[in-house]
């Protein structure tokens, strides 16, 4: 992060100084940890007055709701949501329709980093309405996108290069993400891993600074406890009496591999149907969310609560207490959760995956574990781990975000006894996944508008390349106005002067050749091949120019060249590898 100039055809861009970047983080951390503070206040008061008929703000979703004053007419209340949502969208922001983390993949991997300042306000307010009106959605997306407008803000406002704006960007996720669950440490690696381009000792500072800030806000405005906190699974009582038990958890990732992929398809199948459907976004989402409001007061009068409305955080906390034991039920609630998830996001509610991840796979876990305690009554593993497991499987398994899965979970429970289970879990239900389907809940909504990024930490192999290890230096060099072979990259002057590439595309008259000149950017053959492509992409050009000797305008310096055609095609072979 120290001073730089890079030199492009369209001039020289600055790097902000280190200090000016920490004060940002710090800012940016500020506004993470009062976002999610406001937030959650802002669903509570949501919920109470559609639910209770109640303006408080108070509401804490661990616990069950009461029962609410409107009796059958609370099948009406996600309806009341869904326009309130639709009209937002909308009328102000369409990219704060569904669960925000690809949108913010996007904005970096395909636009600069720029994030329209208007869609942290439209989202914030959608979001809460969508989960507080009883909305199958969970907290994560919305946070992670109000944080990253904010750090995306900042970024438009002070001049600086995409890369930083890109570290500013996933610096406000982490922390939306930390002070959201209280999860410092799942803030940090959810950035490293879903959102930074590469991982470098200035980026990982500003990631931490703001994480921690936005943490110490929410603990202040929040309390200190974890988001799931029950006691008994807080007290350290490892021991490894039945290694063999640890066993049991790899068919249990697969199973949880498995119910990813489902939910994946299932999401995107529900999206594609109502998008079918005659009407508009409004009637659409209106009829998805009566069919939520039907199911919640079924559930209400057959089972006495109503379970699968809003993040769901109540029924997990059942769960891993003990007090939902019946297997048969928990796997009729994972079915109907999974069926609420895809009938909210899919008709258009505005909210995130991973609540409803984490409650399926807290059904699943806990299921799996009833079974195997009837299969093997010797067995000694607790239900709560198979339940955790799960959870921590659902993440990693549906977001592609293993490390995150795992350590949010830890922290989320404070239950480090389960931590070996967990990574086995997690593992197995990655890799089952990524067997059936490449892609994951954030990258396959990117890959349906045929946008490409990369899943986790994909782009390490690139980063260990230098830029002359991977361009081509087999060029010709011509004079401006000359025709230039077929086939051949060819590097055009004026009087020695660089002013273009020219493509390996047939034979060009003439006339013809300087219209189809590539825009270019010179680089030290010894740079990072990642920050020539960061470079390239800031400049908004098409091609690199190699040099010898850095920021050199030389004709005798270059000595290679790459565009990007054999940028796409390495990519392409190492996503061939990974």
């Known amino acids: 992060m120290t001073d730089k100039k890079h030199l492009t055809a369209g001039g020289i861009v600055e790097d902000q100084p280190l200090q000016v970047m920490f004060v940002m983080a710090l800012l940016v951390g500020i506004i993470g940890g009062l976002g999610a503070w406001a937030f959650r206040m802002l669903i509570g008061l949501v919920h109470n007055v559609l639910f209770l008929g109640e303006f408080q703000f108070h509401y804490d979703a661990n616990v069950f709701d009461s029962i609410s004053p409107w009796g059958p007419g609370v099948i009406l209340v996600p309806v009341v949501g869904a326009l309130a949502v639709a009209f937002l969208v909308k009328t102000f922001a369409p990219e704060a329709k569904g669960h925000g983390v690809p949108e913010v993949m996007d904005a970096i991997h395909y636009n600069q980093g720029l994030i329209r300042p208007r869609v942290a306000v439209v989202k914030s307010i959608a979001s809460a309405i969508s989960i507080g009106s009883g909305g199958s959605v969970g907290r994560e997306g919305p946070i992670i996108q109000i944080g990253s407008a904010f750090g995306s803000m900042i970024g438009q406002i002070i001049a600086m290069p995409a890369r930083q704006r890109i570290t500013l960007i996933a610096a406000g996720s982490g922390a939306g993400i930390a002070a959201t669950f ?4 799942g803030g940090v690696v959810f950035a490293i891993e879903l959102l930074l381009l590469s991982v470098s000792a200035g980026n990982i500072l500003l990631v931490a600074v703001a994480t921690v800030t936005a943490t110490y806000i929410g603990r202040l ?26 066993l049991l958890f790899l068919p249990l990732g697969a199973i949880m591999g498995l119910v990813c992929v489902i939910f994946i398809r299932g999401l995107y199948w ?30 209400l009068v057959f089972s006495g609560h109503y379970y699968v409305e809003g993040v769901g955080y109540s029924t997990i906390v059942a769960i891993l207490e003990g007090v939902l034991s019946n297997p048969w039920f928990l796997a009729l609630l994972l079915v109907l959760k999974l069926l609420a998830t895809c009938l909210s996001l899919g008709s258009g509610a505005s909210g995130g995956v991973f609540s409803p991840s984490l409650y399926m796979g807290a059904a699943t876990g806990a299921t799996f574990g009833y079974v ?41 429970t404070r239950d480090y006894n389960s931590i070996l289970p967990v990574i086995l879990t997690v593992a197995s239900a990655y890799a089952t996944r990524k067997l059936i389907m490449r892609e994951s809940v954030y990258t396959m909504k990117l890959l349906r508008r045929g946008h490409m990024v990369p899943e986790g930490l994909q782009s390490a192999i690139s ?18 106005g000359e025709a230039h072979k077929p086939g051949r990259l060819a590097l055009v002057v004026d009087d020695r002067q660089i002013i273009g590439v020219a493509p390996s595309l047939g034979e060009l008259e003439a006339q013809d050749h300087l219209e189809a000149l590539l825009p270019f950017i010179m680089v030290h053959e010894e740079m990072p091949f990642i920050e020539a492509v960061r470079r390239l992409t800031e400049a908004q050009a098409k091609a690199i120019v190699v040099t010898k000797h850095a920021e050199t305008m030389e004709l005798d310096d270059v000595t290679g060249i790459l565009t990007e055609s054999e940028i796409a095609a390495l990519v392409g072979q190492e996503a061939l590898l990974l």
């Open 463 to 480: 980063a260990a390349k230098r830029v002359q290890d991977a361009m081509m230096s087999d060029f010709d060099v011509i004079q401006k």
């Open 372 to 412: 195997a305690h009837a299969l093997l009554p010797s067995l000694e593993i607790g239900i709560p781990a198979f339940a955790i497991a799960g959870m921590a499987a659902a993440i990693g398994g549906s977001t592609g975000a293993v490390l995150t899965g795992i350590v949010m979970i830890s922290e989320m």
């Open 182 to 185: 209280n999860a410092p440490l």
């Open 270 to 299: 529900a999206e594609d149907r109502f998008d079918e459907m005659p009407g508009n976004y409004y009637t659409r989402h209106a009829l998805g969310m009566l069919c939520v409001g039907i199911m919640i007061y079924a559930l």
């Open 221 to 246: 405005l929040l309390g200190a406890t974890p988001s799931f906190n029950i006691p008994p699974l807080q007290l350290p009582d490892f021991h490894v009496e039945q290694a063999w038990g640890l």
